[in-house]
């Protein structure tokens, strides 16, 4: 796990609620890591606007977005053939971060992994 986050990056958040969304990001990442490469995590963050954005980059699987693309933070909605995916995850991660004023954005690739970015406002 690579994390590259400045150090006196500070934000407003309830701290609960933060921890359970790196928490679902980065078990996710573990929990869909492909079989055919050792699994690659990377936080990191960057300000855009009037946003700190926290990305949450992996090389695993990877969603179709084409497929999937409006179902991603769906309840109950999973994406790959993963016994213990509930399909809450995603879902409970969004309601979180839009909670707290930021929202989420995911880009993916089958095969390539996936980013996702939580833009938090400053």
Known sequence: MIID???DLELKVIPAYWESVLLNLT???LKYRSPERKARIRISNERE???QVLSVQDNG???DLTRYGDKIFGMYKTF???EDARGIGL????NQIEAMGGKIELQSEVGLGSQFKVYMPI
């Not at 879902?91 to 969004?94: G, P, R, S």
Request: no cysteine.
């Open 49 to 51: 606007g009037n946003y």
């Open 61 to 63: 699987l990877g969603i």
């Open 27 to 29: 078990s996710n990442a």
């Open 91 to 94: 879902f409970i991660t969004k």
């Open 5 to 7: 986050v400045d150090k």
């Open 80 to 82: 790959h053939q993963n």
